[in-house]
């Protein structure tokens, strides 16, 4: 099926991982990212900031995939944030109940600044 | 500025059989994107709907069947006076996704259950859905308002 990978590019940013993540977190996508997730933990990776600059779409998979990814990093003692959503993300967010769970930022600058 | 609506002007049916594989999901969402195109209908609206139908959807394929053989779920949508009307039927085993209990939304990151969030989203971006057995077929049907915001 054309389309079918997920782009996510990790990029080291001082002790922080950020996931820059591209498209859709659809339910062919999201296990990707799960499995990016538990890659770099088991690196040793603990902070991440998933940046969504990108992300035009996301299902319940796509939120699981987060959530898994963000009490994983929480049980290794790092932390997980997210920025730059578009507006019908956040949406989702807040319907989903999922905005409390996260620090979201405008910016990956602002982002970065919650790790100092 | 929005596109101005014209009710009545604008109706237009449509009706997608699909197999029960994962990928014909995103063939799904490439058939909704065109009728959305055609009929001048929001993006926004669009995002949604693909989202309620990919949670509907894998639902049934994860869930619905007992066997592995290859059976059919039958998509209409419905375009009149502002209001799409969608019916999907599917062959799978007798099963009320409205009957599930929701999800805890009040609990921490840590307590977060992973599951049953889908249903709940499909249940809060539509506006009307209904579950009926009808012949050994599950019917699942919704409306959505096209005007409204949200």
Request: proline residues 3%.
């Amino acid at each position: 099926m054309e389309n079918k990978e997920l782009v996510i590019m990790d990029i080291k940013k001082g002790e922080v991982c950020v996931l820059k993540i591209c498209w859709k977190l659809d339910v062919n996508t999201s296990p990707l990212l799960e499995a990016k997730f538990s890659a770099l933990l088991e690196t040793g990776e603990k902070d991440f900031i998933l940046d969504f600059s990108e992300v035009v779409y996301i299902s319940s998979s796509g939120l699981r995939a987060v959530l898994m990814g963000a009490k994983k990093s929480a049980a290794a003692g790092g932390k997980t944030v997210l920025c730059a959503l578009k507006p019908q993300i956040i949406e989702v967010f807040n319907v989903a109940g999922f905005t409390p769970l996260f620090s979201l930022f405008a910016t990956e600058e602002e982002a970065l600044e919650s790790f100092k | 500025m929005e596109k101005e609506f014209v009710a009545n002007s604008n109706a237009g049916q449509q009706c997608v059989i699909l197999e029960n594989k994962i990928d014909e999901i995103r063939r799904l969402s490439i058939i909704v994107e065109e009728f959305f195109l055609e009929h001048q209908l929001p993006s926004e609206t669009l995002f949604k709907m693909n989202l309620v139908f990919e949670e509907i959807i894998s639902n049934i394929i994860y869930y619905g069947y007992e066997d592995d053989t290859k059976h059919e779920i039958v998509i209409n949508m419905n375009l009149l006076n502002g209001i799409l009307a969608v019916e999907i039927k599917d062959d799978g085993k007798a099963f009320n996704p409205l009957a599930n209990p929701e999800p805890r939304l009040d609990a921490p990151l840590e307590e977060r259950p992973i599951g049953g969030l889908g249903i709940y989203l499909v249940k809060h971006l539509v506006d009307e859905i209904r579950y009926s057995r009808y012949n050994n077929f599950n019917i699942l049907s919704f409306r959505k308002n096209i005007h409204d915001k949200g």
